[in-house]
């Protein structure tokens, strides 16, 4: 079994700053990509950022220049540094890892959730 805890959501005034981690912690041989993705009320959830083994970092065109997406391998947590945020970035921010547990297949897990609110 694998565990995700994310830290780091609040309530910031627009154009301030907040950085999410997300740790994985359990049975965990390797981890493939790690991202990040939100959910606002009455949306459908969205990919937000995500990153790879190799390295590569893809994001929404949303959040491109405000958002940075960064991993700690050793520590198996993924970061999201949000900068000049947005009321419309207001939405529960959820990270999703895939891992391979060993078994040379790799299996993606959900975050609990993170809430984070904008004000205007």
């Known amino acids: 079994q694998v565990q995700l805890v994310e830290s780091g959501g609040g309530l910031v005034q627009a154009g301030g700053s907040l950085r999410l981690s997300c740790a994985a912690s359990?049975?965990?041989?390797?981890?493939?990509?790690m991202g990040w993705y939100r959910q606002a009320t009455g949306k459908q959830r969205e990919l937000v950022a995500t990153?790879?083994?190799?390295?590569?970092?893809n994001y929404a065109d949303s959040v491109k220049g405000r958002f940075t997406i960064s991993r700690d391998n050793a520590k198996n947590t993924v970061y999201l540094q949000m900068n000049s945020l947005k009321p419309e970035d207001t939405a529960v921010y959820y990270c999703?890892?895939?891992?391979?547990?060993?078994?040379?297949?790799?299996?993606?897990?959900w975050g609990q959730g993170t809430q984070v609110t904008v004000s205007s």
């Open positions: 999703n890892l895939r891992v391979n547990s060993g078994t040379g297949y790799y299996t993606g897990y």
């Open positions: 359990g049975d965990i041989f390797s981890i493939d990509t």
């Open positions: 990153t790879t083994s190799g390295g590569r970092k």
